[in-house]
């Protein structure tokens, strides 16, 4: 079966990095483009960062450029986000997820996500 599963999150104060993974397995990684998405406490599901198959090109929210930077291995089955100049509203609960299918479809959160909080 699918499987995401998010680690890396931390208590951090702002400014700090942290650099999140998801392990994936079940379904050939290496086919499907990946995102990342996060929902902050007592909010909705904000997609944040997406990146295709091969890992060419890359997408962000507005509110994240020029601070995180997705990439990903696919011999290693790994997908990385990783977070600098953190803002406290940076902290959520953070997704991985996959495309429902390789060419098209709605996106899929299977993990139970790593959590970032930032404060001071």
């Known amino acids: 079966e699918v499987q995401l599963v998010e680690s890396g999150g931390g208590l951090v104060q702002p400014g700090v990095s942290l650099r999140l993974s998801c392990a994936a397995s079940?379904?050939?990684?290496?086919?499907?483009?990946m995102s990342w998405v996060r929902q902050a406490p007592g909010k909705g599901l904000e997609w944040v960062s997406g990146?295709?198959?091969?890992?060419?090109?890359?997408y962000y929210r507005d509110s994240v450029k020029g601070r995180f930077t997705i990439s990903r291995d696919n011999a290693k089955n790994t997908l990385y986000l990783q977070l600098d100049s953190l803002k406290t509203e940076d902290t959520a609960m953070y997704y991985c997820?996959?495309?429902?299918?390789?060419?098209?479809?709605?996106?899929?959160?299977w993990g139970q996500g790593t959590l970032v909080t930032v404060s001071s």
């Open positions: 997820a996959k495309p429902s299918g390789i060419y098209a479809g709605y996106l899929e959160v």
């Open positions: 079940g379904f050939t990684f290496s086919s499907y483009a």
């Open positions: 990146i295709t198959s091969g890992g060419k090109y890359t």
